[in-house]
């Protein structure tokens, strides 16, 4: 019992802690949204959007490799699992095995990693297990057959640009919605000489497997 007070109090594994703490709260978050409804449709309209919000008004989305963000956000299920579960998954791997990890070299060295090597270490190492569970996710989470669209019927409707800027060599993702409201983000490209930025509207006029094409949406009267 000793021991176990000591891993949980350590300075060391102080951002494993918060971590798990945050994700009891965003768990409770979850049930609540499983039983009033609305909260992850909330979240997921909200949230992809801020994403592509810069840390300061100079630096932007465009000053990274934005079309590797968003497919390693892809990656990730995002869009595909709401983003709460995606929160807890994540935060719930990193604190957990975060607190493993450290309770091993304990026992194996006589010391605890300093949180600056252990968070990196276990951030890393988490990814691919959010992915692994997300996937899983995917697959058993229950989908509404009436709303059940195909690619080509999001063809023909508006969509605004959420992350990266999108022109003819570079794609970006794009958040359009079906014929029953719901929101769907897809990668687009493109037709034309021109760029659009975050929060740019676009026209979807064709789909090549995954990536869709697009064409800047100059019609006031068309909206999304």
Do not use: C
């Amino acid at each position: 019992m000793l021991a176990f007070w000591q891993l949980i109090n350590a300075p060391q594994n102080t951002v494993f802690m918060v971590a798990l703490v945050i994700m009891l709260m965003l768990f409770v978050l979850e049930l609540l949204s499983l039983i009033l409804g609305g909260i992850n449709d909330w979240i997921d309209n909200i949230l992809p959007d801020g994403l592509g919000e810069p840390a300061h008004p100079e630096i932007g989305l465009d000053a990274i490799d934005a079309g590797g963000f968003v497919r390693f956000l892809s990656w990730l299920y995002v869009g595909r699992v709401p983003l709460l579960m995606l929160l807890v998954l994540f935060l719930a791997t990193f604190g957990l095995g975060g607190m493993v990890l450290q309770n091993v070299v304990h026992e194996l060295l006589g010391f605890y990693l300093p949180s600056l090597i252990a968070a990196p270490v276990m951030i890393f190492a988490s990814l691919p297990v959010v992915r692994l569970f997300a996937s899983g996710l995917h697959k058993i989470l229950p989908k509404d057959e009436t709303s059940a669209i195909s690619e080509k019927e999001l063809v023909g409707r508006v969509g605004v640009v959420v992350i990266g800027v999108m022109s003819a060599t570079q794609s970006a993702q794009v958040r359009v919605k079906d014929g029953f409201g719901q929101n769907h983000y897809v990668m687009a490209r493109l037709d034309g000489d021109e760029e659009v930025g975050q929060g740019g509207a676009v026209l979807l006029i064709a789909v090549n497997g995954v990536e869709y094409l697009a064409i800047k949406n100059s019609n006031g009267v068309l909206v999304d």
